[in-house]
């Protein structure tokens, strides 16, 4: 089948590269030139291990380009999917879902032949109403639905999550719509994995739904950390403890600095809005959004306070920047918040990531970014861990005490044994552990 991307950011051009992958015929469509122009030289816009070569490989085999031409694009495709961002609208938190309606209107405008319209981006219940009206009003006289077929993809891993979904959420009503679907996601039938049909109004709920649940986990283990530091627990020991209840689950419970990302935080916002739209406050999802908010900047704190009673002047390594490794996203990182505090207290800031530098950079204008954890590490009075990247889980540490001013190791993702550590001479402070 050929099929139509529309929007070539994160989940559409992971979700086009993997169709493609399935065997269909896919076109992905930007309207940003600069993007086509790089995607066409062969060259990722974002980094995900092992997008390169996924889109190599079936555009090698005639089976996947990108244009910014739409009508091109959509020309004969028996799906077309809209996957286009929708941001946190300034100032009130709602999805602004301009680049929906834009990308809407231009379909209509272009369509000549029966099709389904499926929403991939993250939308607010009832937009896929809202974007059938656009489509009906753009005056379109051919056959077409529209469903919500909401993506559950994590970055840095994100193919094997395409190809060995959880789950599939189809949400539409119309039955030519669900064979068309089916027909999409054929490899994933014959593998066996669910697919739920709902209605498109329940789709959209769930795909909020599911991220909000998500971070509400996060921030559960988050506040029984702390209550661990002050009572004398180890979270790990509590999180292992809960976690094999089958009715609770072991994943997505591991504490940490707060979650950030470019989903659950404006997820969680966006929900908010729709619920006090609706007057059907979700006050447990309010308190999340809350609690992890001055969770961020509380870790700045958390590392000041060991620095002594008088921070300012003295040098701190921040380890990892993005909001979690494998990627090199930095939108809503709790280090952004963590790096500020420290600054705002006079410390010096030093820092190192793998992939993130290049965007945190401009975020952190003050914090001197280095090649390397050890060039990072050197005259640090403390280091802390604030992306579990596979790099610092095997720091050596012979090397790190001679190259620090004080062995001080602040591990905001308790990727070490607190035993080992302070073996090794280290004073070692973690979450939610004695
Ligand atoms: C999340 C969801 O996991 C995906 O299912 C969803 O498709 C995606 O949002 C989206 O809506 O597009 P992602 O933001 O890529 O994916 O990353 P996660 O792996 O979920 O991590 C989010 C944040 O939570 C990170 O900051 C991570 O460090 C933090 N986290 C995660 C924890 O602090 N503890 C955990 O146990 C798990």
């Not at 929007?7 to 493609?20: D, I, K, P, Q, R």
């Not at 447990?284 to 002594?308: C, H, P, Q, T, Y």
């Amino acid at each position: 089948m050929k099929i139509a991307m529309v929007g070539a950011g994160y989940v559409g051009l992971v979700s086009g590269a993997c169709f493609a992958d399935f065997g269909h015929d896919v076109v992905c469509i930007d309207t940003d030139p600069s993007k086509i122009e790089r995607l066409n030289a062969g060259e990722m816009p974002i980094y995900e291990p092992g997008l390169d070569e996924l889109v190599q490989r079936n555009v090698r085999a005639n089976r996947l380009s990108f244009t910014t031409g739409l009508a091109e694009g959509i020309s004969g495709a028996g799906a077309i999917f809209i996957a286009v961002g929708t941001p946190s609208r300034r100032g009130d938190g709602h999805a602004d879902l301009s680049f929906v309606h834009a990308a809407a209107a231009e379909i209509g405008k272009n369509l000549d032949h029966p099709a389904v319209i499926v929403t991939k981006s993250t939308v607010p219940v009832g937009t896929g109403d809202e974007v059938e009206r656009i489509l009906r009003e753009s005056g379109t006289d051919v056959h077409f639905a529209v469903a919500s077929n909401p993506e559950f993809l994590r970055e840095g891993a994100a193919i094997g999550d395409f190809k060995r979904p959880d789950r599939i959420v189809i949400g539409t009503d119309d039955e030519w719509a669900r064979g068309v679907m089916r027909e999409v996601y054929r490899p994933l039938f014959l593998n066996r994995s669910p697919i739920v049909f709902s209605s498109r109004r329940s789709a959209e709920i769930i795909k909020y739904a599911a991220n909000a649940f998500l971070a509400t986990k996060i921030t559960f283990i988050n506040e029984i950390a702390d209550l661990c530091e002050k009572v004398g627990g180890d979270v790990q020991d509590v999180a292992r403890g809960i976690g094999l209840d089958n009715r609770i689950g072991p994943k997505f419970l591991h504490p940490g600095p707060g979650f950030g990302g470019s989903c659950f935080p404006k997820d969680t916002l966006a929900l908010l809005k729709t619920a006090e739209d609706n007057d059907a406050p979700l006050r447990i999802v309010e308190s999340v959004a809350k609690v992890n908010e001055s969770r961020k900047r509380a870790m700045g704190r958390k590392v000041i306070d060991v620095l002594g009673e008088a921070p300012r002047g003295k040098r701190v390594a921040l380890l990892g920047l993005t909001f979690k490794p494998n990627t090199d996203d930095m939108r809503d990182a709790p280090s952004i918040a963590i790096a500020q505090a420290l600054i705002d207290a006079g410390v010096e800031v030093t820092a190192y990531d793998p992939e993130g530098m290049e965007l945190a950079r401009p975020l952190m204008p003050e914090v001197a970014m280095l090649p390397n954890a050890y060039e990072a590490i050197e005259g640090a009075d403390a280091i802390v861990i604030v992306t579990e990247w596979d790099a610092f889980r095997a720091l050596d540490l012979g090397r790190v005490r001679e190259l620090v001013r004080a062995p001080v190791l602040v591990d905001l993702r308790n990727i070490y044994e607190p035993e080992e550590l302070r073996g090794a001479g280290f004073t070692y402070i973690s979450v939610g552990r004695p």
